[in-house]
């Protein structure tokens, strides 16, 4: 089956749940899903029902389409992503955005946990994201161009919207969250890097190192989003300097450690959106 027609199923299938039409796409990463439950008026379908949505199969990702209102805004959320580390491909990661494209919405927040790999971040600050670096070795894009959904070659240059970035920041310094600011690099996973895999990462200029977000980037700017906040729970520190041992149930908690100031920067940027 085309890719269109099997978006256009799973559109079918959400619409027939809510008559609510997103503007905000939000997307929640590792342990910070919490925001989904802050939606109001909300409509939940779990991720197996929607044709043609893969299933997550990750610890600290709920598996649900949360459609709602949050922040004055319509919006659709992503309770728990897919990772290309979970044996899907590029394009099967990426085909919930594809969706959500088709449904309308015009604004993107993005989150993650990554590994702190500037020296200055602390477990538990928050990055806005303001380039990222794909290492994953592949691309949603690879393959033929269907040029009704969007072009050969997409420019990639200031994808995190500069305004975003600056008021994202403001706001944080406001609610007195930990707040700093950064590049992401995307790898495939699911095995945390060697030190000097993380001493190269900060040579190429990385700030923070995680296993998603980039994918769905790429198809949010490939499908016309103009306007993208990303951000990245700091959940442990990977610098390469030294003995830093880390496992997903320390990340969890991290994140979970780090939600009252996350809840709280989402909230207050979707009211500014």
Not at 55 to 60: A, L, P, W, Y
């Amino acid at each position: 089956m085309e890719l269109k027609a099997k978006i256009q199923q799973a559109v079918d299938f959400i619409v027939a749940k809510t008559s609510v039409r997103p503007q905000v796409a939000l997307v929640l990463g590792s342990g910070l899903g919490k925001f989904a439950d802050e939606i109001q008026n909300q409509v939940a379908i779990p991720y197996e029902q929607i044709p043609h949505f893969p299933v997550s199969t990750v610890k600290g990702h709920a598996g649900k389409l949360v459609i709602g209102d949050a922040g004055g805004k319509k919006v659709i959320a992503m309770q728990g992503r897919f990772h290309y580390y979970e044996g899907y491909s590029m394009q099967e990661i990426t085909f919930p955005m594809r969706v959500m494209l088709a449904l309308g919405i015009q604004d993107l927040i993005i989150t993650n946990a990554s590994g702190g790999l500037n020296r200055n971040y602390k477990v538990g600050d928050l990055m806005i994201m303001t380039d990222h670096i794909n290492f994953m070795g592949n691309n949603p894009l690879i393959g033929r161009n269907d040029d009704s959904v969007g072009p050969r070659f997409p420019p990639m240059q200031g994808v995190y919207t500069k305004a975003l970035v600056e008021e994202a920041m403001q706001v944080g310094r406001e609610i007195g969250a930990p707040v700093e600011r950064g590049v992401y690099l995307a790898v495939s996973g699911p095995n945390y890097e060697t030190a000097a895999e993380l001493r190269a990462m900060k040579i190429w200029g990385a700030d923070a190192v995680g296993m998603s977000t980039v994918p769905e980037v790429i198809v949010a700017v490939h499908g016309g989003i103009k306007r993208i906040l990303g951000i990245s729970c700091i959940t442990d520190m990977a610098t390469g300097e030294g003995h830093e041992d880390v496992n997903h149930e320390e990340v969890i908690a991290a994140a979970a450690k780090a939600q009252p100031y996350f809840l709280k920067l989402v909230q207050k940027m979707l009211e500014r959106l």
